[in-house]
């Protein structure tokens, strides 16, 4: 339990958000949409605090906020329809689903292990203010418990998070007040939520229609999600110990030649999941074999069983 500050939106109130970021806080901050809980997106231990102040069941992907195109072609591959959405929306209320490009040194956490990253440019100008003065990439859902309603005044943040985040700044009600479009824009524009940016808008900039995708918070097939976890090497999972040729990965009390967290701490076991993953793979080598010690299916932990029985998953 933390005492959540409350920020003025002024100079002292942007100089304490960043300095909270580059501790590795959260700090929440109004964008035109919603209040977006906001946390270093190169952090693996910000991201994880992220889901875990959230009550996220899943490691449903994040997107990252950023100042600029520039900024954002600095870590993900901007297409040519793209580029005309973001030369028409940026800054303003549109999310466009990007792929990452290699080295862009993000949480893996955050993109859930997707190759694509979900990009935004906000027009708020707090939320560009704090952006140009932190200078990294922001990772920022709605700032609301998972399953609430989206805040859109920094009451409503403090009605949920109070006590789970280091500060919000309060920036007033948000002009738009509902979340961003988020579109899947090339080779193929495909919307995938609806939002603050009309389908019409959208359609017209690109001088065609837009096809309606899937569910945003499903954003690829179960199957194809899977894979994206899934190791070369075989799982075992609620491994007490080792068996002859496996790769242990401990967790708490049970050891391993790799652990989530020696403490025990869900968090840090969030955070290290994806990293530990592909470690215990290269140690695997093909075709070889990994145990993880159980994890307990309780807060984080649920997401953190969720991806590794997808990684265990019989795969054809
Ligand atoms: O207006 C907004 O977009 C607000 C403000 C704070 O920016 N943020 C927001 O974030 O609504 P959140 O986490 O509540 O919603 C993010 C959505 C989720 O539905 C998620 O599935 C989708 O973005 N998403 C994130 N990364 C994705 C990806 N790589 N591919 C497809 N969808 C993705
Ligand atoms: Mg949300």
Redesign the pocket.
């Known amino acids: 339990m933390v005492m959540t500050r409350t920020l003025a939106p002024d100079d002292a109130g942007i100089d304490a958000a960043v300095g909270l970021l580059r501790a590795g806080e959260l700090v929440a901050f109004p964008?035109e949409?919603?209040?977006?809980?906001g946390g270093y997106a190169r952090s693996d231990r910000a991201v994880a605090r992220i889901y875990e102040a959230k009550g996220r069941p899943t490691f449903?992907?994040?997107?990252v906020?950023l100042p600029d195109l520039a900024a954002v072609q600095a870590i993900a591959e901007v297409g040519p329809k793209a580029h005309a959405l973001a030369q028409a929306f940026w800054p303003g209320?549109l999310?466009l689903?990007l792929p990452l490009c290699p080295g862009a040194g993000l949480s893996p956490l955050l993109?859930?292990g997707?190759s694509?990253?979900?990009v935004?440019v906000?027009a708020h100008p707090l939320a560009q203010r704090l952006l140009r003065a932190f200078g990294g990439p922001v990772a920022?859902?709605?700032?609301?418990p998972s399953g609430r309603i989206?805040p859109t005044r920094a009451e409503h943040v403090l009605d949920g998070l109070s006590g789970r985040i280091a500060a919000v700044i309060d920036g007033g009600p948000c002009a738009?007040g509902?979340?961003?479009t988020?579109v899947?824009a090339d080779p193929e524009p495909v919307l995938?939520?609806p939002?603050?940016i009309p389908v019409e808008a959208l359609e017209a900039a690109l001088g065609g229609l837009i096809a309606v995708g899937g569910?945003?918070?499903?954003?690829?097939s179960p199957g194809q999600l899977a894979s994206h976890y899934a190791p070369d090497a075989n799982l075992r999972l609620d491994a007490a110990d080792a068996r002859a040729g496996e790769v242990m990965v401990g967790f708490g009390q049970v050891p391993g030649v790799l652990s989530l967290s020696v403490s025990g701490d869900l968090v840090e076991a969030a955070a290290r999941l994806f990293h530990v993953l592909r470690e215990a793979d290269r140690l695997a080598g093909p075709g070889g074999k990994i145990a993880f010690a159980p994890v307990p299916e309780k807060g984080l932990g649920r997401a953190i069983n969720d991806r590794l029985r997808r990684a265990a998953a019989p795969r054809d």
């Not at 449903?60 to 997107?63: A, E, F, K």
């Open positions: 964008t949409t919603v209040y977006g809980l449903n992907p994040l997107i906020h209320p999310t689903v993109s859930a997707l694509t990253v979900a935004r906000p920022a859902p709605s700032a609301n989206s738009v509902l979340e961003s988020i899947l995938l939520r939002g603050g569910d945003a918070v499903k954003p690829t």
